[in-house]
Each structure stands twice: as structure tokens, then as C-alpha cells.
Nanobody
Framework: QVQLVESGGGLVQAGGSLRLSCAASGRTFSTRGMGWFRQAAGKERRFVTSIDWNGSNTYYADSVKGRFTISRDNAKNMVYLQMSSLEPEDTAVYYC?????????????????WGQGTQVTVSS
């Protein structure tokens, strides 16, 4: 079983940058796709980005394309989300998830483990 711990969230002004990290435990990490989702207050959890098991394929929500970059380091069991040009609409709790397969999934039901989340707040 994989356990996930997100970090790196915080308060940032619009136009600023943050890098989120997701530390994973468990031997299956390197064979699984990973993803980032976010949940704003009062809204459902939504897809942000995902990456396949070896980093060859990535997907992004239209709202973050060109601003966010997902990456992974299988040697360190880490997944990262570099966020730039942040907007107030990016304010949410960001969750890291482990996919059920090695593919880069875009639906939350395709993930079987989640971290506890990290808050990102973007002020205008």
C-alpha cells in the first residue's frame, strides 16, 4: 500500500509561484501513474494534472496548461507540481493521488490512494 504526504502549499500573491511536493512510501510507486487534483471550498474535487509511471506522458486541465508542470523522481519516490502565474481561482486544497495502473489518469475513480492535501491560497 502506498502512503502519500503533500507539502509546499501556502499563501502567495497572484502571479507568484509555488512548488508542491508529494512524498510516497511503498514499493509500487514507480509502477503507478500519479496525479494532482484540487478541491476549492464548496466544490467537488477536480483534475489538475497527471503523469504516467515513467514520466513519458502527462495531461493537464485546460485551466492550468502552460502554467503548471508535473514531474516525478522515481528514485526518490517523489512527485512535484510546479505552479506559476498563479491566479486567485487556483485557490484550493491540492491532493496527490496514486493511480490504479501505470497510466496517467484524469478521473478521480482511477486513483486508489490519496494524501491528506495541502492548502494553496492565492491572493489578488
Amino acid at each position: 500500500q502506498v502512503q502519500l504526504v503533500e507539502s509546499g502549499g501556502g499563501l502567495v500573491q497572484a502571479g507568484g509561484s509555488l512548488r508542491l511536493s508529494c512524498a510516497a512510501s511503498g514499493r509500487t510507486f514507480s509502477t503507478r501513474g500519479m496525479g494532482w487534483f484540487r478541491q476549492a471550498a464548496g466544490k467537488e474535487r477536480r483534475f489538475v494534472t497527471s503523469i504516467d509511471w515513467n514520466g513519458s506522458n502527462t495531461y493537464y486541465a485546460d485551466s492550468v496548461k502552460g502554467r503548471f508542470t508535473i514531474s516525478r523522481d522515481n528514485a526518490k519516490n517523489m512527485v512535484y507540481l510546479q505552479m506559476s502565474s498563479l491566479e486567485p481561482e487556483d485557490t484550493a486544497v491540492y491532493y496527490c493521488g496514486v493511480g490504479r495502473t501505470g497510466w496517467a489518469h484524469v478521473n478521480s475513480y482511477e486513483y486508489e490512494h490519496w494524501g491528506q492535501g495541502t492548502q494553496v491560497t492565492v491572493s489578488s
